[in-house]
């Protein structure tokens, strides 16, 4: 059993696209209950966007998903998080939600759940990369455990056509104006990271409960060899 939480902010689609394959990814896993939630949107960035036709029907198609709040972070086992890049980073909305969580911090309750991060660009240099590495550093403060898409599970990855994807995670190029959309190549690496964080929440679920309680398993991995 392994609980997982698909957390995202997408503005124009692209990033909500890639939510829906790392939905699907998790679902394939036996026993695995996944819940998809949306960072909420900040009220000027809604001001400024609120002209933009791919915008808008983008936030439509997303409204009937509820916000995510704190208690979907504690009913996780593992969570993966989904923004489009600013920079070379997440979004100021993705930052700012998890800029909230100094209680769950202070607390610890995500210490040992594992995370994986995907994103889109606009181009391929745009960040395809730099944003799911940059947006380790607040995870790893968190105490959450990364997780990536490697290039065993995912051999598309090495493909030199124009398409996302990295062993950081998955990713998708949206081009300059929005109008591209992901390709079957980036979203096959979202479904295998959906897969392969709830196989990871699940393994990591009944350690973590004991290493919270200063105990350890009575058979370590190790010790079978």
Same mark, same amino acid.
Not at 177 to 193: C, F, I, M, Y
Not at 195 to 201: D, G, P, Q
């Given at each position: 059993?392994?609980?997982?939480?698909?957390?995202?902010?997408?503005?124009?689609?692209?990033?909500?696209?890639?939510?829906? %394959?790392?939905?699907?990814? %998790?679902?394939? #896993?036996?026993? @695995? &209950?996944?819940?998809? +939630? +949306?960072?909420?949107?900040?009220?000027?960035?809604?001001?400024?966007?609120?002209?933009?036709?791919?915008?808008?029907?983008?936030?439509?198609?997303?409204?009937?998903?509820?916000?995510?709040?704190?208690?979907?972070?504690?009913? @996780?086992?593992?969570?993966?998080?989904?923004?489009?890049?600013?920079?070379?980073? #997440?979004? %100021?909305?993705?930052?700012?939600?998890? &800029?909230?969580?100094? &209680?769950?911090?202070?607390?610890?309750?995500?210490?040992?759940?594992?995370? /994986?991060?995907?994103?889109?660009?606009?181009?391929?240099?745009?960040?395809?990369?730099?944003?799911?590495?940059?947006? $380790?550093?607040?995870?790893?403060?968190?105490? $959450?455990?990364? !997780?990536?898409?490697?290039? /065993?599970?995912?051999?598309?990855?090495?493909?030199?056509?124009?398409? *996302? /994807?990295?062993?950081? *995670?998955?990713?998708?190029?949206?081009?300059? &104006?929005?109008?591209?959309?992901?390709?079957?190549?980036?979203?096959?690496?979202?479904?295998?990271?959906?897969?392969?964080?709830?196989?990871? %929440?699940?393994?990591?679920?009944?350690?973590?409960?004991? !290493? +919270?309680?200063?105990?350890?398993?009575?058979?370590?991995?190790?010790?079978?060899?």
């Amino acid at each position: 059993m392994a609980n997982v939480l698909i957390a995202f902010y997408s503005t124009f689609g692209h990033v909500y696209t890639l939510a829906q %394959a790392v939905e699907a990814g %998790a679902k394939s #896993v036996k026993g @695995a &209950d996944v819940r998809v +939630r +949306r960072i909420p949107e900040l009220t000027e960035a809604r001001a400024n966007l609120s002209k933009i036709p791919f915008y808008v029907q983008s936030q439509q198609a997303q409204s009937h998903l509820a916000e995510v709040t704190k208690d979907d972070l504690r009913w @996780a086992d593992g969570i993966a998080w989904g923004s489009p890049t600013r920079f070379g980073n #997440v979004t %100021a909305q993705m930052k700012q939600f998890w &800029d909230t969580l100094s &209680d769950i911090w202070q607390s610890g309750e995500l210490e040992d759940k594992p995370a /994986g991060i995907f994103t889109s660009s606009a181009t391929i240099h745009g960040g395809q990369e730099t944003t799911i590495v940059s947006g $380790m550093f607040p995870l790893i403060h968190l105490g $959450m455990v990364f !997780v990536g898409t490697p290039y /065993g599970e995912n051999p598309q990855i090495l493909s030199t056509e124009a398409i *996302g /994807g990295s062993p950081y *995670g998955p990713s998708t190029i949206a081009g300059g &104006d929005g109008s591209l959309q992901p390709k079957e190549a980036d979203l096959v690496t979202a479904r295998n990271l959906g897969s392969r964080l709830a196989l990871m %929440a699940g393994a990591l679920r009944p350690v973590r409960r004991l !290493v +919270r309680h200063g105990q350890q398993p009575k058979e370590p991995a190790f010790a079978q060899e």
